[in-house]
């Protein structure tokens, strides 16, 4: 029942809450990579609602490759995420391995506090 994992296939999958308005614009999401020079897995949620700022609230679901992240070689690192939320910047770390037993695996350090970040 966790939504936030990487699938076999090494897909990061994300919930993200977010206002729908009625301007009909649609919203871009984004994963980036390279954003820190030194930590080659540090990546960043970017979510563009043009302006879409009133509305309902709602969940949206969207899954990023990462294939183009470095190997780990079979270690763990940590995969840090961060995004800016309504109250500002966030970030959560993962435990992030590839050539394991799955393409990739993931585990939430503290999943409870993800959720209340992205509110």
Do not use: C, M, Q
């Not at 308005?21 to 990546?43: K, R, S």
Request: charge should be negative.
């Amino acid at each position: 029942n966790d939504w936030v994992t990487i699938a076999e296939d090494s897909y990061l999958t994300l919930r993200f809450k977010t206002r729908w308005g009625y301007t009909h614009e649609p919203h871009f999401v984004n994963l980036v990579t390279d954003v820190n020079a030194d930590d080659p897995y540090e990546i960043e949620f970017r979510h563009n609602a043009h302006g879409d700022t009133s509305g309902n609230w709602g969940d949206a679901l969207v899954a990023f490759s990462l294939k183009d992240l470095p190997d780990t070689n079979g270690e763990t690192v940590k995969l840090k995420l961060t995004w800016h939320s309504f109250n500002g910047k966030k970030s959560t770390e993962f435990d992030y391995s590839t050539n394991k037993e799955t393409k990739g695996s993931l585990s939430l350090e503290n999943k409870n506090n993800f959720i209340r970040s992205i509110k």
